[in-house]
């Protein structure tokens, strides 16, 4: 392997001296309670310049500190078992705890500065920070007095914290056995999932089959935990005062009932989009209707077309050179400055991501790149966040660029269809075209189809719950397949064990995690919606995307589009989305044109 693919991050830092880099994380503690001693006690009666001040003061702190962290957790992703990695790594941690502590009090205060005096967020001095302040102010009606926090924070460590513990370890210590290649085998959960990918498709059923008739064995456990999250989420929900079970996470998420409400109605009228995508796989794999286990398994019998690094960058640099050249030429930069760990070693971390460096205005990529067409889209995929980032370092601060769920894939999966766009002209094949296609398609449908029936799902439950219906095992696998076939239709044949498929989810389980879900819903159509409106307007649509990169989270994602000319509150906008799914489907249905 080539030097080209590791990355250079000794760029984060002045010095690579574990020493030094350990006297900086020092300094960075000290620098906090330096803040706290100045600010503790005192925000409640700061007036609008004083808040600006404080602002921008944490700004600046964690500028002048994020190179000195990111690198220190790079490091140990890119090698975990390096021991200087592991003793910056757990160095970063304690660091970011004891930060995290000393900086906690500012949250609190500036709550109560902003309860008894709300019009400074209409104070043009704080213009900057707007929003900022907005989602502040969003939360305030519903934090509860201190001690009601404090008894809060105490009975979820033995309720909801427990249940979802009970979940997660249960789940990790089931054994499954399964016959593969004629002998039989004892797998845990982690390991027998990895066959629902298999190109044997007895197998992939098999594995389904018993994966889920042995966790519907437990369904005592799957129902108690579930029962009782969802439980306390409802009586939270009375304490707090949020209007409905979805209050918290709009907040957290920061966009409107309305806008959600719309994109779900466009999801369940439009079901028959994807259940015309999944007939005509059902065609391309030769069987007359697909299995639940054939849903995103890969195509039979199709060639296997490799990329070496070099013919990778080329692909991404002019998937994006194809929209704007600037953003070819950051991209460009992320190869040639070494910010891209593509090589494939020991003590890698597993998977892709993307981490922002703000101050560096640029980011940090890190993938295994085996050189399959996955790892093409993954590359894409991780330097549209990256692109994201060139675009936040150079118009935001740091408090304007935390970016919620639903904007977040926003540059990733638009660069993974301008890629697909540049993919498919070049393919030479109807077989290369439809591998293409079947990706995009397949991914589409399991981040926005699929997901939408676990929202529909999630809301059914706290109905039942409202309704007074008792959640045993049976009657929550009753609400699931109900919601799964809104979606599904006829177009699937389910394996009957397939009822207990919420049993696994870990997020129904998660504290305070309710409805974690419709945000990927809400990119993903998002996307395909502004790659619709891309198509039709030409390059009069270039600046406007590159304005909602810039402005971060200075605006809601509502606001966002708005100032992109688009309503998200209509269902016109969301069936943009479709349109352009639908032309996908298309393509692939003329590929299989005699
Ligand atoms: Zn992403």
């Known amino acids: 392997m080539s030097e080209e693919m590791r990355w250079d991050i000794a760029q984060l830092v002045e010095s690579t001296d574990p020493e030094t880099i350990e006297a900086k994380l020092n300094e960075m503690v000290v620098e906090a309670n330096g803040l706290a001693g100045k600010y ?26 994020e190179g000195v962290s990111e690198y220190c957790s790079l490091r140990y992703s890119a090698n975990s078992i390096d021991a200087v990695s592991k003793r910056l790594n757990e160095a970063v941690r304690q660091t970011g705890n004891k930060v995290g502590q000393a900086l906690a009090f500012m949250e609190i205060e500036l709550g109560d500065l902003l309860k008894a005096n709300p019009s400074l967020v209409d104070d043009s001095k ?49 054994r499954f056995k399964i016959m593969v290649d004629g002998v039989e085998k004892t797998m845990p959960y982690g390991e027998i999932i990895s066959l629902y990918q298999s190109m044997d498709r007895a197998l992939r059923q ?15 456990v799957w129902a108690s935990a579930i029962r009782s999250v969802c439980a306390d989420h409802m009586q939270m929900c009375e304490w707090r005062k949020y209007p409905s079970p979805m209050t918290q996470s709009l907040i957290d998420n920061d966009v409107e009932q309305e806008a959600i409400d719309v994109l779900m109605h466009t999801m369940e009228s439009s079901v028959e989009s994807y259940r015309r995508y999944l007939c005509l796989k059902a065609e391309l794999m030769g069987l007359k209707k697909l299995g639940n286990w054939d ?10 077309k490799k990329y070496t690094w070099e013919e990778s960058k080329k692909e991404v640099v002019s998937a994006y050179k194809s929209f704007d050249p600037e953003w070819a030429e950051w991209v460009d930069e992320m190869y040639t400055h070494r910010h891209i760990d593509g090589e494939v ?32 889209y993954t590359q894409a995929h991780e330097l549209g966040h990256a692109v994201h980032a060139y675009m936040g370092g150079r118009y935001q601060k740091p408090s304007n660029y935390e970016i919620g769920s639903c904007i977040a894939e926003t ?57 007074g219906k008792f959640l045993d095992g049976e009657t929550v696998s009753g609400l699931w397949t109900i919601e799964r076939d809104k979606i599904y239709g006829d177009a699937v044949e389910w394996l009957p064990e397939m009822k207990w498929e919420w049993t696994m989810k870990p997020h ?57 000319g688009f309503d998200v509150m209509k269902e016109d906008f969301w069936h943009k989305g479709i349109q352009q799914f639908d032309e996908f489907v298309d393509q692939l249905e003329t590929t299989m044109k005699k």
Not at 295 to 304: G, K, Y
Not at 347 to 375: E, P, Y
Request: aromatic residues 12%; charged residues 25%.
């Open 508 to 564: 129904y389980y998660i504290p305070n995690y309710r409805f974690y879900n419709y945000p990927y819903v809400y990119a993903q159509l998002f996307v395909f919606a502004l790659y619709r409106l891309y198509k039709e307007q030409g390059i009069a649509f270039v600046p406007k995307m590159r304005a909602l990169l810039a402005a971060g989270s200075s605006m809601s994602p509502v606001n966002l589009a708005k100032e992109m």
């Open 40 to 65: 503790r006690g005192k925000i409640r009666t700061l007036d609008a310049a004083g808040l600006l001040a404080l602002l921008m003061a944490k700004d600046t702190f964690s500028l002048k500190y």
């Open 126 to 174: 704080l213009d900057e920070y707007r929003h900022f302040i907005e989602r502040i102010v969003r939360r305030i009606p519903h934090v509860m007095t201190e001690d009601l926090e404090k008894l809060t924070i105490s009975k979820d460590q033995n309720g909801v914290s427990a249940w979802s513990q009970l979940q997660g370890d249960w789940l990790s210590t089931r």
């Open 411 to 467: 540059a990733s999966v638009f660069g993974e269809l301008l890629l697909t766009d540049r993919l498919l002209a070049e393919a030479k094949t109807r077989q290369e075209k439809q591998v293409i296609l079947a990706t995009v398609l397949d991914e589409f449908g399991m981040a926005a189809y699929q997901v939408s029936a676990r929202i529909f799902f999630e809301q059914n439950m706290y109905e039942s719950i409202k309704a």
């Open 206 to 220: 098999e594995a389904n089959r018993v994966v889920y008739d042995g966790l519907g064995k437990d369904d005592i």
């Open 295 to 304: 849903i995103t398994a890969p195509l039979p019998n199709m060639p296997e």
């Open 345 to 376: 070693r020991n003590g890698k971390r597993s998977g892709a991501f993307c981490a922002t460096w703000l101050a560096g205005k640029s980011a940090w990529v890190l993938q295994s790149f085996n050189g399959q067409m996955g790892d093409v």
